[in-house]
């Protein structure tokens, strides 16, 4: 399916809470319901993107971007996608005392509505921070930052300007209840959270990053026991599975975890189900690709949505790739997370085409019951901000 760019794009400031209301999962809900779909752990950074850049830096000279946009990244672009979906996050992360850390913690809690009551201030330490130049729909990133130092004593002589948030960088001694948790595997670790969460029901979605040890042996990821879905790239998949295809791949990994789903890059993503026995593949969308910064996790929360309300594999998948494909023609990782706005006027956006494939919009036809009655024209655009404006900007 192709879509395109078009003209025009409409600004939409960052915190705006301007996303249309979807409840994707009101048709699931329960009085019993745990308080949240969604609980992650991690690091937040605050990335700086430089953007308007024509080519990669060259050593020794200095470099001009046209543009430059700030927001908060590592884990919370994760937990931006899931909340711009609709999904009641919860994250538990360290943050820095300074200005860094005040801007990400206000961003995520007031500007998204995700709850940071497992999170933790750090007094004395400076937030973990990286810069990502793109250009040519590739991205260059510097990063840096320190381990939190262990959770400080509480003092009753302490001052009262962090009563908002506990000091501390330590994990809440076990997490809170929620319909799911998304973990990022670390080849020979474990992560104790997750076989807590996994006990208390929670259901675990897991993706890895590449394993700088060489090993790619799936022994190695002993948490993996605990989830239900784990998507890995193509990659990734093939050197854990020792295979030459991605979707023998995923085939193989079936036999460790339930639901294998195997990114494809540009051809998309294919995914197979052991309990049910489905298998689906779904055809990237044809996008101009300006960052690529935050994708993963975007498909990752598209796919961790569509499960969680219960949706057909292909149409979880299709779902995904589609929340992916949107995110890639902004800059930024958590800035550039669409919403329900953004889905909804790329929906109504693609059927106007006079030349659009009949098959490709059948795929995409599971939306229309979802989205809102009205939209925005697409694409749309946010505003970039800056940490070095206040509220009254």
Known sequence: MTASTGEGPTPVALGSNCHAHV????????????????????????????????????????????????????????????????????????FGDDHYGDYCWDALAQGEGIDLTPSRTVRGWHSPVTVSMAYEGERTMVSHGHEPPPEEPSHPSATTTLKRRPSGADLPPCPPRARAAVASLTPG?????????????????????????????????????????????????????????????????????????????????????????????????????????????????????GTLAGWPLADRLAFAGLTAALSVQEFGGSLSAPGWSEIAAWWRRVQSFDDQDPAALRRYAFLEDLIPATARPWPLRRAVPTIGFGRSV
């Not at 884990?75 to 909340?83: K, R």
């Not at 791949?249 to 294919?270: F, N």
């Open 189 to 305: 670790k474990r992560a104790p959270w997750i076989a807590q969460a996994a006990s208390q029901g929670s259901r675990i979605f897991a993706d890895v990053g590449w394993d700088e040890t060489g090993a790619w042996d799936l022994a190695g990821l002993a948490d993996l026991e605990h989830c239900e879905a784990f998507l890995p790239n193509a990659e990734e998949a093939m050197r854990y599975t020792c295979t030459a295809c991605p979707r023998a791949a995923a085939q193989a990994l079936t036999e460790h975890v339930p639901v294998a789903v195997v990114t494809l890059g540009a051809e998309g993503a294919y995914a197979v189900d052991r309990r049910t026995g489905e298998s689906a593949e779904v055809p990237a969308i044809d996008v101009e690709a300006l960052d690529p910064t935050g994708a993963g996790d975007v498909f990752v929360a598209g796919f961790v949505t």
């Open 23 to 94: 409840d994707p999962l009101a048709a699931v809900r329960a009085p019993d319901d745990p308080p949240w779909d969604v609980y992650l752990t991690g690091t937040v950074f605050l990335d700086i993107v430089f953007t308007g850049l024509d080519s990669a830096p060259v050593r020794g000279t200095e470099t001009w971007a046209r543009g430059m946009g700030s927001s908060p990244g590592g884990v919370a672009n994760m937990a931006t996608a899931l909340a711009r979906l609709g999904l009641r996050t919860s994250l538990a992360a360290a």
